[in-house]
Nanobody, 120 residues
Framework: QVQLVESGGGLVQTGGSLRLSCAAT????????MGWFRQAPGNQRDLVAL???????TYADSVKGRFTISRDNTKNTVYLQMNNLKPEDTAVYYC??????????????WGQGTQITVSS
């Protein structure tokens, strides 16, 4: 099993920066890909950024050049550095982890979500 604990959300003005963290705790499985998604009111949950276990990254077009995803495998933690924030970045941000057990079966886990509000 894996528990994801997020931190770092809050209120920021347009053009500001925030850093999100997500730690995979109580992990008895091996962590593979990790990533961040976001969901604004009335919208579906959308991909923000992904990072593989070997550091390959993928970003949504809307955040390229502004957001940076990274991870510390020794701490099973993924980070999202968000710069030049815009009001349209306002959403609940969710951490996701893919992990596999000793038998090779993969599981998907979600964090509890953290609110990011960008004021204009």
């Amino acid at each position: 099993q894996v528990q994801l604990v997020e931190s770092g959300g809050g209120l920021v003005q347009t053009g500001g920066s925030l850093r999100l963290s997500c730690a995979a705790t109580r992990s008895t499985f091996s962590i593979d890909g990790m990533g961040w998604f976001r969901q604004a009111p009335g919208n579906q949950r959308d991909l923000v950024a992904l990072i593989s276990s070997d550091g390959r990254t993928t970003y949504a077009d809307s955040v390229k050049g502004r957001f940076t995803i990274s991870r510390d495998n020794t701490k099973n933690t993924v980070y999202l550095q968000m710069n030049n924030l815009k009001p349209e970045d306002t959403a609940v941000y969710y951490c996701r982890a893919i992990a596999h057990n000793s038998g090779g079966t993969s599981f998907r886990y979600w964090g509890q979500g953290t609110q990011i509000t960008v004021s204009s």
